[in-house]
């Protein structure tokens, strides 16, 4: 089961760990039609996909139309919008934000699924204090409705074979009657480069790659922002793989007396892990985003790259919007890796449950 399914970063993932979708929700119009043209139409999933407010959308309604039971369902996934979470959100900005309301009605469907594993992805900021209520409120639940939950965790995309600096914090809670307490997370599959030759796995996958092979002829994606004239002399005044937008003199009256946000027109580091892919990673003004040679920002496959997305993904809605779904994504191959353990238990489970049958 996916909630907050977008594009479907999750649900691939989930795939290929050798789970099968039986349904999914999401309710942004573009992410919804590249679910379905992806995962749907393509046969990757055979659930159902629905179009829907979650908030709106009861679950009792939503059970009977997917035809599940309580206990159908091995792993609920979700990634609930995390606007009112970001760091981005200052001093207490972010408390009450009508978003953070999701978090915990992601739990009443849990509540009503009793899936055995559920496992939430959101950002880090979802552990800072001044969202502790939020947080405890959702682990009260759990306890009352017989879960354990695992303590947050923070984990970075790169060290599981995503070419991204991602930080993201992710919640496993399960079921204590179904299964036993899980080891998890898994270990990490890819590490530092300094250490990778004595520790025996392969090195965090850099930028580099992103940009080796062209995209296909046809790719609708191939697409980047156009730039003005003055912004495109920036660029060329920028030197390659890694310059600043101090580097290139381009110095805006909002950028005197700021000590932050340099990254901000920046190209991308080619030798590194690319940096977070936010909703607004085809936009040079919101990030790192300037491509490591050429006089513009990526193209939204190069960051659907980024997030591990294969060629053959196409998002729907054009730059802007693809932009969204691309940010808000859980990168597939991390997706995979932390989903695979859990299908594995899953399936120890209903072979212990057959046994004593």
Known sequence: MDLF?????????????????????????YAAQSYRRNLVDRGQTKGLLFEDDI??????????????????????????????????????AGV???RNRLLLRYFEYVRALRPSFFL???????????????????????????????EPVVLNARDYGVPQNRRRVFLLGYDKKRVDIPAWPPEQTHVDPAVALDDGRPAWRSASEIFARLAAPDD??????????????????????GGSRTDSGRQLACHQNHRGHF?????????????TM????????????????????????????????????????????????????????????????????????????????
């Open 278 to 357: 936010t909703t607004a990673c085809i936009n040079p003004s919101k990030g790192r985003f300037v491509h490591p040679t050429e006089n513009h920002g990526i193209t939204l496959r190069q960051a659907a790259r980024f997030q591990s997305f294969p060629d053959w993904f196409v998002f729907e809605g054009g730059l802007m919007a693809g932009g969204v779904q691309v940010g808000n994504a859980v990168p597939v191959q991390m997706a995979k890796a932390l989903i695979q353990p859990l299908v594995e238990m899953s399936v120890a489970a209903l072979e212990r449950t057959r046994r004593v049958a």
């Open 55 to 92: 908030l709106k959308l009861d679950h009792q309604t939503f059970m009977t139309q997917a035809g599940l039971m309580p206990g159908d369902c091995d792993l609920m996934l979700g990634g609930p919008p995390c606007q009112g979470f970001s760091a981005h959100r200052l001093r207490n």
């Open 220 to 241: 609708p994606n191939d697409i980047h922002m156009n730039h003005g004239a003055a912004l495109t002399a920036a660029f060329a005044k920028t030197p390659h793989n």
């Open 96 to 98: 009450g934000d009508p």
């Open 5 to 29: 399914a977008g594009a479907g970063g999750f649900s691939l993932g989930a795939t290929l760990a050798g789970a099968d979708i039986a349904a999914a929700i999401e309710n942004n119009r």
């Open 263 to 275: 990254d901000v027109y920046g190209r991308i580091d080619p030798s590194r892990p690319g940096p």
């Open 120 to 150: 939430v992805e959101n950002v880090p900021g979802l552990l800072w204090p001044r969202h502790s209520a939020f947080l405890e409120g959702f682990y009260s639940m759990a306890a009352a409705a017989g879960y354990g939950m695992l």
